[in-house]
C-alpha cells in the first residue's frame, strides 16, 4: 500500500482503477482503508497527503475470505466483477499472491479456471516460490497449466531497489570497468546482505525457511548474479535473464568446508539488549534454523574460473547494510618502499546497496606533504549528493512494471530451478550434524568460524 500511495502521489496509476483486498481478517471496506490509511502514515515514503489518499481510498474494497472455504472464490470474483462494471475497467487484472506457500495451488487453480480473454490477466507471485526444487518445479508446473509465461511475475524485490539496478548500469554503460571485470584483474568479490533486525513476530514463517530460504536463495543469488553476468545484448526481459540464468548454472556447488550457518544468541543491536532466536516468540527453544549463512562460491566459466564470491547473510548482526565489494588485484609491482605503502590497500569498488546508497572506489594516494608516504582513500558517489529526489521504494517500480507488462526485473522460472538446485545441495549437508546453536551474540558480525572462511584463503571480510 505505501508503494502503491508513492504511485498515486506521482499520478503513475492508471485513471481507472480498483484495488481489492482479500485475506482472512474479518472486516470490511472501511475498515481496512483505515488500517491502511495509519500503514500508509507509518511507512510512505512521502509526506501524507489526503486528497491523494482519499481518491485511493475510494478505490479501495475488501473481501474476507479463506480460499480453502468453498465460495470464497466466487465473493471475490463478485466483488471484482462488481468494480469492473462501475468503473468500466475492461478486465484488466492483477493478482498479487504474498500468501502461505502451501496456499498456492488452490488459488492458481481457482484464478486460473476464472481466466477469459476479456482483457489480461497477470499473477504476481511472492517469495518463497517453493521450499526446495521439487516444489519450485511443481509450482511451475501448475502455473504454467493456467499462465503464459509473460503472464507470470515471480517478485523478488531486490531488483527493484535503485542501487541493484545501476549494477546494470555502472558495468554496461561505462567503458572502463568491463575490461577488467574478470579473473585476471579481480581477486575476489564480496557480497553482504546484513540485516540489525531479529524476525519480527514472522517465527511461524522463518523457523521453516531459515536464513538460506529467506534471503540467499533468492535476493542473494540475484546479487550475484548480476554482478557476474556477461553483457546482455540489449536490455529486455530475455536477454537480461538469459545471461543470468547462465551464472546459476555455472554456479559450482560449495562443499561442507565452504558454507557456515549461524544462530544468534543474546546480545546487544544497537544500544538495545535483545533475546536469543531461540527466546523469540513462536520459536523451539531447541531450534536449529539458521539466521546466518557464509559462503564461498565459484562460477565455473571463462570469466570468473578459480575467483571466490565470498557470500554472507544474516539477522541480528551489528548494523543493516548490503554491499557489492570488487576487491581488484594489488599493483603487480608498486615501485615505493615498503613502509612508504602501509596504508595502502588493493583498491576496491564498493557497491552500497543501502542505506547510504552510493558507490565507492578506494584508491591508492600520495599523503601530502614530504616523503612519499601511500595511502587509501574513497572516491564517492552518493545518491542524496547527485540527485535530489529520493530513492523510490523497490516495489513501486515493480507494481508498475507488471501493470505494464514489463518482467525484465522479475525472476524466471529456469532462474529460480537453479536457485534451488544450489540452495538443496547445501541443506542437505547440513542434514548429516547438528549445529551447536547460538554460535553468534546479536550485535556481532556472525560466527568467529565465518571469519575462518576467509581467514584460510589469506583474505578478511571487509571492515566496517
Ligand atoms: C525479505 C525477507 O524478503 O527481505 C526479510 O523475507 C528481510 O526477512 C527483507 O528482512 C529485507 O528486505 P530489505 O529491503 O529491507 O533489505
Redesign the pocket.
Known amino acids: 500500500m505505501p508503494a502503491l500511495y508513492a504511485l498515486a502521489v506521482r499520478r503513475l496509476l492508471p485513471p481507472r482503477f480498483a484495488i481489492v483486498g482479500v485475506a482472512r481478517t474479518e472486516g470490511d471496506d472501511d475498515s481496512w482503508r483505515k488500517e491502511m490509511e495509519q500503514a500508509v502514515k507509518e511507512h510512505a515514503r512521502d509526506e501524507f497527503r489526503q486528497d491523494v489518499w482519499s481518491e485511493l481510498a475510494e478505490a479501495m474494497r475488501y473481501v474476507s475470505t479463506d480460499f480453502a472455504d468453498e465460495g470464497g472464490e466466487d465473493k471475490l470474483e463478485e466483488r471484482i466483477e462488481a468494480c469492473e462494471r462501475e468503473q468500466d475497467l475492461g478486465g484488466n487484472r492483477v493478482y498479487y499472491l504474498a500468501v502461505p506457500p502451501p496456499a498456492f495451488p488452490t488459488i492458481v487453480e481457482a484464478l486460473g479456471k476464472r481466466k477469459d480473454d476479456r482483457g489480461w490477466t497477470r499473477v504476481i507471485v511472492e517469495?518463497p516460490f517453493g521450499h526446495d526444487l521439487q516444489s519450485a518445479l511443481a509450482l511451475n508446473e501448475l502455473l504454467r497449466g493456467h499462465f503464459q509465461e509473460d503472464e507470470i511475475f515471480r517478485i523478488d524485490?531486490?531488483l527493484g531497489?535503485e542501487t541493484v539496478q545501476n549494477m546494470l548500469a555502472l558495468r554496461f554503460a561505462n567503458g572502463i570497468f568491463e575490461p577488467i571485470w574478470n579473473r585476471q584483474f579481480v581477486d575476489h568479490v564480496q557480497i553482504t546482505?546484513a540485516?540489525s533486525?531479529g524476525?519480527?513476530g514472522?517465527a511461524g514463517?522463518?523457523e521453516a525457511?531459515g536464513a538460506v530460504r529467506?534471503?540467499f536463495q533468492?535476493?542473494l543469488l540475484q546479487l550475484l548474479a548480476l554482478t557476474a553476468m556477461e553483457p546482455p545484448v540489449e536490455f529486455t526481459a530475455e536477454s537480461v535473464r538469459n545471461e543470468k540464468v547462465k551464472v546459476l548454472r555455472a554456479l559450482h556447488t560449495p562443499g561442507p568446508k565452504s558454507v557456515v550457518r549461524g544462530q544468534y544468541g543474546r546480545g546487544f543491536v544497537e544500544g538495545e539488549e535483545v533475546v536469543a532466536y531461540r527466546e523469540e516468540k513462536g520459536v523451539a527453544s531447541d531450534s536449529t534454523t539458521e539466521t546466518y549463512v557464509a559462503a564461498k562460491l565459484f562460477v565455473d566459466n571463462w570469466r570468473w574460473a578459480d575467483t571466490p564470491f565470498y557470500v554472507r547473510m544474516g539477522?541480528r548482526l551489528a548494523r543493516?547494510e548490503?554491499t557489492i565489494a570488487i576487491q581488484f588485484k594489488a599493483a603487480p609491482h608498486p615501485p615505493f618502499e615498503e613502509s612508504a605503502a602501509e596504508g595502502l590497500r588493493p583498491n576496491v569498488l564498493l557497491i552500497h546497496v543501502?542505506p547510504d546508497e552510493g558507490v565507492s572506489l578506494a584508491i591508492g594516494v600520495k599523503v601530502p606533504g614530504q616523503g612519499m608516504q601511500i595511502r587509501t582513500v574513497h572516491m564517492d558517489f552518493l545518491y542524496g549528493g547527485a540527485f535530489r529526489t529520493g530513492m523510490p521504494e523497490?516495489y513501486e517500480r515493480l507494481i508498475l512494471d507488471v501493470m505494464l507488462g514489463e518482467a525484465t526485473l522479475f525472476t524466471r522460472a529456469d532462474e529460480i530451478e537453479e536457485q534451488w538446485l544450489l540452495v538443496d545441495a547445501i541443506v542437505a549437508a547440513w542434514q548429516r550434524d547438528k549445529p551447536g546453536f547460538p554460535n553468534y551474540a546479536a550485535g556481532t558480525w556472525g560466527p568467529p568460524s565465518a571469519d575462518d572462511l576467509l581467514h584460510r584463503d589469506g583474505r578478511s571480510w571487509r571492515r566496517h
Open positions: 517469495k524485490h531486490y531497489k546482505v540485516e533486525i524476525i519480527e514472522r514463517y522463518y525457511a529467506d534471503i533468492n535476493h539477522k543493516r548490503t543501502q523497490a
